[in-house]
């Protein structure tokens, strides 16, 4: 089933997010993988060093999942979810919401983070207008990144990804981002920077509470290269929130099932959202599956609000909730507690911590932030920004390894069934590759 690359035509294909002309001329491609390691199209060995785009925790192919999904096509390939149903969203749903905080029990089923984003910015909305309210403003950061819909691009803090499309959802107000020039080589939270919260009170100040409908936060800032939170300042953001009545999100698209140190971002960081999102290992990467899930009340307001008989939120995907995405999902939540994969991120974590930190004293490493089970490792950039990441990223990959970039900025986030072994071939591999870029 591998790919013949000598017979298939590169032409068509339109890649997302990639260097198109310079891929089409050196494509890497991926024909098999298990566990940690991929096989690349001339037979290389690739350690996959940020789980896919941090969606495999418990590694490429688990059989497990394989079969799961195998078997429920055998008995469903497709069941409309709007005004029919399976057992499996329901059982998946179930178990999500085992694993979220007790306050919040009701999920959405969508397809990716970008549908969750987009979802979670709509049922906010519904929330607020079926209290009579017009909360019409939304709250992101600088360097956020929310997805690529036109709600997950309007709350964008990344300009390149904003930069070709100018219409995108009015109204929405950015806090700073919270890394600072004390944060550089500082691995986990740091102890100062709170502070920046109160961007929201001033925002509060500016447009008044009754304007703001919710504030969208990834605890951990992912895609822009890893920025944890300093100590406290989630805490005072969910304060003004709760003052003024302002939902708070979180996207934990990529900070969910166990990466940043507890099962989401409100185990690890102690503070519980009203709304968050979820993708990418609610189904180990193995179908495109997201979800939004919320405080329970958000439910029952838009619930009751509508009239009896009625569908009462007009929302929803063709393939919310499909069978092959949910029996996936369902052996993923399983193997992830049969395998203990979630104290097994956290055990590994000091070490993996240790370990990319030993990369500071490389003089194309500008920075590094680690926090569980993911670091950014940011370098100079050179000859312009962004470039020396391509590069990187590139020659990473013959040398045998996949690591994802964004800019200048690699993020390694190692699958939770990663050994000290595997830790170390990482660092080993992005050390040389280091070396052998062009000053
Ligand atoms: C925090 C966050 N939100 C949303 C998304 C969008 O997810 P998707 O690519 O599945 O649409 C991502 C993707 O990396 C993400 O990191």
């Known amino acids: ?3 013949d690359v000598k017979s298939n035509s590169l032409e068509e294909f339109w890649i997302p997010f990639t260097d198109n002309r310079g891929f089409k001329k050196d494509p890497r491609l991926v024909v098999k993988a298990e566990g940690l390691y991929m096989t690349d199209h001339r037979g290389g060995q690739i350690i996959d060093g940020s789980s896919g785009l941090f ?23 497709y069941v409309s979810p709007f005004g029919t149903g399976h057992g499996l969203s329901f059982a998946l749903a179930e178990q999500v919401s085992r694993l979220t905080p007790d306050s919040m029990n009701k999920v959405f089923f ?12 709509k049922i906010a909305m519904a929330y607020h207008t079926a209290k009579g309210e ?3 403003r939304f709250i992101s950061r600088e360097r956020a990144y929310h997805g690529v819909n036109i709600g997950g691009v309007s709350l964008s803090g990344l300009v390149n990804n904003r930069r070709a499309f100018p219409s995108v959802m009015p109204n929405v107000v950015f806090m700073r981002h919270t890394w600072t020039e004390d944060d550089l080589f500082t691995p986990g939270q740091r102890a100062g920077g709170a502070d920046r919260a109160e961007d929201l009170q001033r925002a509060i100040d500016n447009f008044g509470a009754e304007t703001i409908g919710a504030v969208f936060i990834e605890p ?7 920025l944890p939170p300093p100590i406290g300042y989630l805490q005072r953001i969910r304060e003004i929130c709760d003052a003024n009545d302002i939902l708070l999100v979180f996207d934990d698209v990529i900070c969910g099932f166990g990466r940043v140190g507890g099962k989401f971002s409100a185990d690890a960081f102690g503070v519980v959202p009203d709304i968050m999102t979820m993708a990418k290992a609610l189904t180990n990467g193995a179908i495109p599956m997201g979800a939004v899930v919320v405080r329970d009340e958000i439910y029952d307001v838009v619930t009751d609000k509508a009239a009896m008989g009625g569908i009462e939120l007009f929302h929803g995907y063709t393939y919310s909730g499909h ?25 590994m974590a000091p070490y993996f911590e240790q370990a990319v930190m030993s990369l500071s004293d490389h003089e194309l490493v500008k920075d590094i932030r680690t926090i569980g089970m993911m670091a950014g490792v940011e370098l100079y950039p050179h000859p312009k920004p962004g470039a020396r990441g391509v590069l990187a990223q590139t020659e990473m990959f013959w040398k045998g390894m996949h690591v994802k970039f964004t800019g200048d900025n690699g993020i390694l986030a190692p699958m939770y069934i990663a050994e000290r072994a595997h830790i170390d071939e990482m660092i080993t591999k992005f050390r040389a590759t280091l070396d052998a870029l062009p000053r």
Do not use: W
Not at 331 to 342: H, P, R, V
């Open 55 to 77: 969606c495999s925790p418990a590694g490429h192919c688990h059989p497990k999942i394989i079969e799961a999904v195998h078997q429920s096509m055998q008995q469903l390939t």
């Open 323 to 347: 069978p092959a995405a949910c029996a996936a999902g369902l052996a993923s939540l399983a193997i992830y507690q049969e395998e203990g994969l979630f104290d097994r991120a956290k055990d």
């Open 1 to 3: 089933m591998g790919l």
């Open 110 to 121: 969508v397809n990716s983070g970008s549908e969750a984003i987009d979802t979670a910015l």
């Open 134 to 136: 017009n909360r019409h």
């Open 220 to 226: 951990v800032a992912g895609s822009t290269g890893t």
